[in-house]
């Protein structure tokens, strides 16, 4: 089965602008993949951010945005806010199955 | 708006069957279109998609669990159903259920229910 690999943990100083990637095990992530991204704080449920490679959810705040990077999905947070310390997976579409991330642990500091 | 709440065992011995469900408000679980999904997190977080129906009736899992799993629904009730056989600790997890939209992401989500398999 596939295996969706993200950064483990990344630091970024509160304003500044992070990108957190997902990569397959098996080539490629292309829009056909349709890379989900959501936010998991501790003690609560997934919060979804995008779907679709780059499609923002109503509440998801402006500073996220998702895109395709050198054959991985990418998530940039600009103007990074203390509240978005938090982890962060990924979800891709393969062959009929749902995939997750081992997810990156962002820390604000 | 909908609004997902599983409910079922916290506690299930090896062996056992694993059987959840989740309660869907605010919306008809008829409505064209969704896909309701069961999604397990492991204790050391590792997330796994184990399946969803769609409003059809049919169904998709993960290959990984599909001897072992069955997701049906009840339309008459308004709630989707999880159902694992012969559980063992691997399968200790929150388990959560979520609907997605076929063109769209996996949102909303319930809250999340803690099974522990254990004797």
């Known amino acids: 089965q596939t295996v969706v690999t993200q950064e483990p943990s990344l630091t970024v100083s509160p304003g500044g602008t992070v990108t957190l990637t997902c990569a397959s095990s098996?080539?490629?992530?292309?829009?056909?993949?349709?890379p989900n991204w959501f936010q998991q704080k501790p003690g609560h449920a997934l919060r979804a951010l995008i779907y679709?490679?780059?499609n923002k959810h109503s509440w998801t705040p402006a500073r996220f945005s998702g895109s395709l990077l050198g054959g991985k999905a990418a998530l940039t947070l600009s103007a990074v806010q203390p509240e978005d310390e938090a982890e962060y997976y990924c979800?891709?579409?393969?062959?009929?199955?749902?995939?997750f991330g081992g997810g990156t642990k962002l820390t604000v500091l | 708006q909908v609004q997902l709440q599983e409910s079922g065992p916290g506690l299930v011995k090896p062996s056992q069957t694993l059987s959840l469900t989740c309660t869907v408000s605010?919306?008809?679980?008829?409505?064209?279109?969704?896909?309701w999904s069961w999604i397990r997190q492991h204790p050391g977080k590792g997330l796994e998609w184990i399946g969803y129906?769609?409003?059809?009736?049919?169904?998709y899992y993960n290959p990984s669990l599909k001897s072992r799993v069955s997701i049906s629904v009840d339309t008459s009730k308004n709630q989707f159903s999880l159902k694992l056989n012969f559980v063992t600790a691997a399968d200790t997890a929150v388990y959560y259920c979520?609907?997605?939209?076929?063109?769209?992401?996996?949102?909303?989500w319930g809250q999340g229910t803690l099974v522990t398999v254990s004797s």
């Open positions: 979520a609907t997605k939209a076929r063109f769209g992401g996996f949102d909303p």
């Open positions: 679709s490679t780059d």
């Open positions: 098996t080539g490629a992530v292309t829009s056909g993949n349709y």
């Open positions: 605010g919306g008809s679980i008829s409505s064209g279109g969704y896909y």
């Open positions: 129906i769609y409003y059809s009736g049919s169904t």
């Open positions: 979800l891709v579409y393969y062959d009929g199955v749902w995939v």
